[in-house]
């Protein structure tokens, strides 16, 4: 039996389709269509694991195969990998809006190609754990009401069955006990927003429902998902009972973290990526609008990145990657962004700048030189010691008429002109 991940790869070009096939034929069992129309009706026959798909093609494009996939129930989750030799923000930006689940530019770099292709299927395989794992816990749950509970308010009590007891790892000495042992179980974090739609429900809006920690005896906390509603009230509406049941959803909340740390961060540095500047750049756009204030995007391109790959070898290539990567991150406060966008490319998001607008680019400029003298002490790749530099386009944003897309095409252009002049540098662009 073949248990290697199906993936489709849908490319007119067969010299492409033919370095997809000599490259991931070992891994994977690759499926190839020269044409959307062709991927479509292969991938309706069975059921692709992940889909290669070539932006420009004639007739039916990348962008509106994609849009066909996504229309077809048997199809729409799918993962998508945009792999094409446009390498221009919009049309990213656009297969990001589509749904795709990554973008890779040609000519292909054969391991970054499998590295990404396993990330996302590992995503995909934990959303599939993930929904299988719910639908688990919803059939236990109402054949056998694991970890009940009821509140009893005219004596203050609540009482519980084993298994609430057994998921907290408490002795049956504890089912029954005062409300106020419970309230000291929430972890402190999460009282406040248990209180308040506790509160809501016992005034009568609505049942409640509330995904917080509790401490376990052994001293950690467990993710519970806690569910109830008033059964008994008084002829004045007053809530006499309550009841309720909780469920272990820690290993839910572990596969949903692991999901949000593969989508939303670069595996070499731990840096925001791409997908996750995008989110929080929009968010920085959103509050200077509201609070009148500046941000600041800075695009750095490590000078020379090339020749240390092809003269020491991609190991050490990545060495100085992680490095910058820190370096970056104790320049900025903690409101700030550092973020890799692949390759040798960081940008770095500074928010909450005061204006007036003079003001604020000298405050940039001043993080930007920081940055500059930061990249430019010597580093040690191992045994190697070597010396880097950044070139750096920096660009004000305030909200006003702004977009996600100019932004980063402001910035990008001031670092190609922090290029031209001669490296190591910093260029800003006029607003």
Same mark, same amino acid.
């Given at each position: 039996?073949?248990?290697?991940?199906?993936?489709?790869?849908?490319?007119?070009?067969?010299?492409?389709?033919?370095? =997809?096939?000599?490259?991931?034929?070992?891994?994977?069992?690759?499926?190839?269509?020269?044409?959307?129309?062709?991927?479509?009706?292969?991938?309706?026959?069975?059921?692709?694991?992940?889909?290669? =798909?070539?932006?420009?093609?004639?007739?039916?494009?990348?962008?509106?195969?994609?849009?066909?996939?996504?229309?077809?129930?048997?199809?729409?989750?799918?993962?998508?990998?945009? &792999?094409?030799?446009?390498?221009?923000?919009?049309?990213?930006?656009?297969?990001?809006?589509?749904?795709?689940?990554?973008?890779?530019?040609?000519?292909?770099?054969?391991?970054?190609?499998?590295?990404?292709?396993?990330?996302?299927?590992?995503?995909?395989?934990?959303?599939?754990?993930?929904?299988?794992?719910?639908?688990?816990?919803?059939?236990?749950?109402?054949?056998?009401?694991?970890?009940?509970?009821?509140?009893?308010?005219?004596?203050?009590?609540?009482?519980?069955?084993?298994?609430?007891?057994?998921?907290?790892?408490?002795?049956?000495?504890?089912?029954?006990?005062?409300?106020?042992?419970?309230?000291?179980?929430?972890?402190?974090?999460?009282?406040?927003?248990?209180?308040? &739609?506790?509160?809501?429900?016992?005034?009568?809006?609505?049942?409640?429902?509330?995904?917080?920690?509790?401490?376990?005896?052994?001293?950690?906390?467990?993710?519970?998902?806690?569910?109830?509603?008033?059964?008994?009230?008084?002829?004045?509406?007053?809530?006499?009972?309550? &009841?309720?049941?909780?469920?272990?959803?820690?290993?839910?909340?572990?596969?949903?973290?692991?999901?949000?740390?593969?989508?939303?961060?670069?595996?070499?540095?731990?840096?925001?990526?791409?997908?996750?500047?995008?989110?929080?750049?929009?968010?920085?756009?959103?509050?200077?609008?509201?609070?009148?204030?500046?941000?600041?995007?800075?695009?750095?391109?490590?000078?020379?990145?090339?020749?240390?790959?092809?003269?020491?070898?991609?190991?050490?290539?990545?060495?100085?990657?992680?490095?910058?990567?820190?370096?970056?991150?104790?320049?900025?406060?903690?409101?700030?962004?550092?973020?890799?966008?692949?390759?040798?490319?960081?940008?770095?998001?500074?928010?909450?700048?005061?204006?007036?607008?003079?003001?604020?680019?000298?405050?940039?400029?001043?993080?930007?030189?920081?940055?500059?003298?930061?990249?430019?002490?010597?580093?040690?790749?191992?045994?190697?010691?070597?010396?880097?530099?950044?070139?750096?386009?920096?660009?004000?944003?305030?909200?006003?008429?702004?977009?996600?897309?100019?932004?980063?095409?402001?910035?990008?252009?001031?670092?190609?002109?922090?290029?031209?002049?001669?490296?190591?540098?910093?260029?800003?662009?006029?607003?």
């Amino acid at each position: 039996m073949n248990n290697k991940p199906r993936i489709l790869a849908i490319d007119d070009t067969p010299t492409n389709l033919y370095t =997809l096939g000599m490259a991931l034929a070992g891994e994977f069992d690759l499926q190839i269509a020269s044409s959307g129309p062709e991927g479509l009706m292969m991938a309706r026959e069975s059921s692709p694991d992940l889909i290669l =798909l070539d932006v420009m093609m004639p007739g039916m494009d990348g962008f509106e195969t994609c849009r066909r996939f996504k229309a077809e129930p048997a199809l729409a989750n799918t993962p998508i990998i945009f &792999v094409t030799a446009l390498s221009d923000l919009e049309s990213e930006l656009s297969g990001l809006l589509l749904g795709v689940a990554d973008y890779i530019t040609k000519p292909f770099k054969v391991e970054l190609v499998k590295l990404r292709i396993r990330n996302i299927l590992r995503i995909s395989s934990l959303s599939q754990e993930l929904k299988a794992s719910e639908e688990c816990l919803r059939y236990v749950m109402e054949a056998t009401g694991e970890g009940v509970w009821d509140w009893r308010m005219t004596d203050g009590a609540v009482h519980h069955n084993a298994s609430w007891c057994q998921i907290l790892g408490l002795d049956l000495s504890f089912l029954t006990h005062p409300v106020e042992a419970f309230m000291e179980l929430i972890h402190p974090e999460d009282r406040a927003g248990v209180q308040r &739609v506790l509160g809501a429900c016992l005034a009568g809006e609505g049942n409640y429902a509330s995904e917080h920690r509790l401490r376990h005896t052994c001293g950690h906390y467990v993710w519970v998902a806690d569910r109830g509603r008033v059964v008994e009230r008084a002829t004045t509406g007053e809530p006499l009972r309550m &009841v309720g049941s909780i469920a272990n959803i820690t290993e839910r909340k572990r596969h949903e973290a692991e999901i949000h740390h593969l989508a939303y961060f670069d595996a070499l540095t731990e840096l925001p990526n791409r997908r996750l500047l995008i989110e929080r750049l929009q968010q920085a756009i959103i509050r200077n609008q509201r609070s009148k204030q500046f941000g600041a995007l800075m695009f750095l391109d490590m000078d020379r990145f090339k020749q240390l790959n092809d003269t020491h070898g991609h190991a050490k290539g990545d060495q100085l990657l992680i490095e910058v990567g820190r370096r970056l991150s104790g320049c900025i406060r903690e409101q700030d962004t550092v973020a890799r966008l692949g390759g040798d490319e960081f940008v770095v998001m500074l928010e909450h700048l005061a204006g007036p607008a003079d003001d604020a680019i000298a405050n940039a400029r001043g993080v930007g030189y920081k940055i500059l003298d930061t990249l430019n002490a010597p580093y040690r790749l191992g045994e190697l010691p070597y010396a880097s530099t950044p070139s750096i386009g920096l660009t004000l944003f305030s909200g006003k008429e702004d977009s996600v897309d100019g932004i980063l095409k402001r910035a990008d252009a001031a670092m190609y002109a922090a290029k031209a002049a001669g490296r190591n540098t910093l260029r800003e662009a006029n607003i």
